[in-house]
């Protein structure tokens, strides 16, 4: 079982940057693909980013395209969403997931516990 801690998250000003970290535990971390999502109260959990597992293959949302990026270093079993000119509205609990998959597309089945983004008008 993988284990996966996210980090970076906090209070920002609308228009401000945050860039969050997720490590795996799994030494095979280079092989699988990994993904960012998010989570406001009351709304469903959303895709907002994925990556191959070897940085070929991307994914962003439409809703953010443009302002973020993921990224990873294998070496370090870390995925990062840089998050520019953020939005009041993406306030959530950002999570990263794991998917037992080299590709970004299919199901995440694993997820850190989640790292606060609070964006404030």
Known sequence: QVQLVESGGGLV???GSLRLSCVASRRTFSSNAMGWFR??????REFVA?????SDSTYVAASVK???TISRDNAKATVYLQMNRLKPEET???YCGYRNGSTWRGL???WGQGTQVTVSA
């Open 92 to 94: 959530a609990v950002y």
């Open 39 to 44: 989570q406001s109260p009351g709304k469903e």
């Open 13 to 15: 000003q609308a228009g």
């Open 108 to 110: 995440y089945a694993c």
């Open 50 to 54: 994925a990556i191959s597992a070897e």
């Open 66 to 68: 443009e302002r973020f």
